[in-house]
C-alpha cells in the first residue's frame, strides 16, 4: 500500500531554515506531480508547493514564495521542501501527499514551529 513518510520538521525560531523529507513508496513516484501541503491549528489543510514528475516545474501558493522550494529525487522516491526565514504563521504540522492529494494516503506528517 501507499506510505508517506515525512521528516525534519522541528521548533525554529523565525528567520531560521529547516529542511523536510517525505520518503514514497506504494506507486510509482515518478509518473506523479506531488506536493507539501500544511495544516495549521484550526484551519484546513492548504497546498503550499507542488512539483510535477519530471521536477522542473514547480508552483508555491503566495504566502511562502520566494521563501521555500520543493525539489525532488525520483531515483530515491523523495520529495523535499526548503524552507527559509521562517515565519511564526508558517507553524503548522506538513505533509506530503501527490497532487490532486490521496485522502487514503495522508501520513503522519512533521510539526513545524515557528517560535522565539
Known amino acids: 500500500q501507499v506510505q508517506l513518510v515525512e521528516s525534519g520538521g522541528g521548533l525554529v525560531q523565525p528567520g531560521g531554515s529547516l529542511r523536510l523529507s517525505c520518503a514514497a513508496a506504494?506507486?510509482?513516484?515518478?509518473?506523479?506531480?506531488m506536493g507539501w501541503y500544511r495544516q495549521a491549528p484550526g484551519k484546513q489543510r492548504e497546498l503550499v508547493a507542488g512539483?510535477?514528475?519530471?521536477?522542473?516545474?514547480?508552483h508555491y501558493t503566495d504566502s511562502v514564495k520566494g521563501r521555500f522550494t520543493i525539489s525532488r529525487d525520483n531515483a530515491k522516491n523523495t520529495v523535499y521542501l526548503r524552507m527559509n526565514n521562517l515565519k511564526p504563521e508558517d507553524t503548522a504540522v506538513y505533509y506530503c501527499n501527490r497532487i490532486p492529494a490521496r485522502q487514503a494516503d495522508w501520513g503522519q506528517g512533521t510539526q513545524v514551529t515557528v517560535s522565539s
Open positions: 506504494g506507486f510509482r513516484f515518478n509518473e506523479h506531480a
Open positions: 512539483v510535477i514528475k519530471g521536477g522542473i516545474s514547480t
